[in-house]
T-cell receptor, first 114, second 109 residues
Framework: SAVISQKPSRDICQRGTSLTIQCQVD?????MFWYRQQPGQSLTLIAT?????????ESGFVIDKFPISRPNLTFSTLTVSNMSPEDSSIYLC???????????FGEGSWLTVV | KNEVEQSPQNLTAQEGEFITINCSYS?????LHWLQQHPGGGIVSLFM???GKKKHGRLIATINIQEKHSSLHITASHPRDSAVYIC???????????FGTGTRLQVFP
């Protein structure tokens, strides 16, 4: 199993500011992902966090807006930059150990941009 | 058309009822996941399936690979089962998932 600690759990942010979300796993994992869930919507993959190299972003998401770090196999951060109300969402960290294994999710970071 | 379709979108039940949530997908997959999301936003993985059937307590999940269809059943439903249930499929060697839109279940006493 994997236990994921995600911080912050909830925050209210001012328009134009940036916020960094942390994801800490209690064991080494191969794959780490960042998802966004906008109000009333399903989850959408933002990017795959690659250890020691640049993240792989999905269509519609760019590094300037969502810079990601992954310095080791147990930790990653997602920054939401220059926030607008449209960025109000739940952001979730997810980890896995390769195809065919259980996926684990953090508790989510609920961001409201005012 | 979405690659992962769930039905129904919303479901209400009386305590004790048998619940079925369906998931159909149109892509090739290596595994299908059933997830539970509570109002606070956290997600718990209930099942991961690549074939057949799995059971955990009052929850049963089945998958038919040929028909590209999976079902999640809840026997003797309870108000604490109230949550959003999400079907997600993964393919290839990564764990990237494609999510269904979720089924919001409310179980009343």
């Amino acid at each position: 199993s994997a236990v994921i600690s995600q911080k912050p759990s909830r925050d209210i942010c001012q328009r134009g500011t940036s916020l960094t979300i942390q994801c800490q796993v209690d064991s080494q994992v191969t794959m780490m992902f960042w998802y966004r869930q906008q109000p009333g919507q399903s989850l959408t993959l933002i990017a795959t966090a690659n250890q020691g190299s640049e993240a792989t972003y999905e269509s519609g998401f760019v590094i300037d807006k969502f810079p990601i770090s992954r310095p080791n196999l147990t930790f990653s951060t997602l920054t939401v930059s220059n926030m607008s109300p449209e960025d109000s969402s739940i952001y979730l960290c997810s980890v896995g150990r390769g195809s065919g294994n259980t996926i684990y999710f953090g508790e989510g970071s609920w961001l409201t941009v005012v | 058309k979405n690659e992962v379709e769930q039905s129904p979108q919303n479901l209400t039940a009386q305590e004790g009822e048998f619940i079925t949530i369906n998931c159909s997908y149109s892509v090739g997959i290596s595994a299908l996941h059933w997830l539970q999301q509570h109002p606070g936003g956290g997600i718990v993985s209930l099942f991961m399936l690549s074939s057949g059937k799995k059971k955990h307590g009052r929850l049963i999940a089945t998958i038919n690979i040929q028909e590209k269809h999976s079902s999640l059943h809840i026997t003797a439903s309870h108000p604490r089962d109230s949550a959003v249930y999400i079907c997600a499929v993964g393919g290839g060697y990564t764990d990237k998932l494609i999510f269904g839109t979720g089924t919001r279940l409310q179980v009343f006493p």
